[in-house]
């Protein structure tokens, strides 16, 4: 497996959106985005730590570090391919997320989580994530990294 930071084209994101889009709890993602537009949105505006096997991209993580306080980071995307389930990736991901926006002067990380994705939460509360809020069918977890 090889980690790395801002490699893959928009194209390339919306491929593995498309191969993940069923095992968005608590809906598809492409219920609530237009995956396409989202890749555009993602991959121009967004931080992304992704994760490869064999030069194929199996995991992705998209946060983004424009916090108007400089403290902030939120991540909006975490997506494995399901035949990668169960391997760190998504934990790795979410450690260089933590340590690049460490290393750049960013005090907290963000995110939501919908409930129903026991697989997230569990894996962001073994991580030091706290949860902050529910809201609606969401969690709201924070880190001091």
């Known amino acids: 497996m090889k980690y790395l930071q801002n490699k893959y084209s928009p194209n390339e994101i919306y491929s593995i959106l498309q191969k993940v889009d069923s095992y ?25 730590f992704s994760c490869e096997v064999n ?18 980071v939120y991540i909006t995307l975490t997506c494995i ?6 391997l760190g990736i998504a934990k790795k991901l979410t450690e260089n997320c933590e340590l690049y926006a460490n290393k750049i002067g960013f005090k907290y990380i963000e995110m939501e989580i919908p409930i129903k994705n026991f697989r997230s939460v569990k894996i962001h509360l073994k991580m030091n994530y706290e949860i902050i809020k529910k809201e609606n069918d969401s969690y709201f977890l924070k880190k001091i990294i």
Do not use: M, W
């Open 55 to 72: 030069n194929q991209l199996v995991g992705i993580l998209c946060c983004y570090i424009n916090n108007t306080n400089g403290q902030t």
């Open 81 to 86: 391919d399901p035949k990668y389930f169960g």
């Open 24 to 48: 968005f709890e608590p809906a598809p993602l492409s219920t609530r985005v237009d995956l396409r537009e989202y890749s555009e949105k993602i991959a121009k505006k967004a931080e992304h």
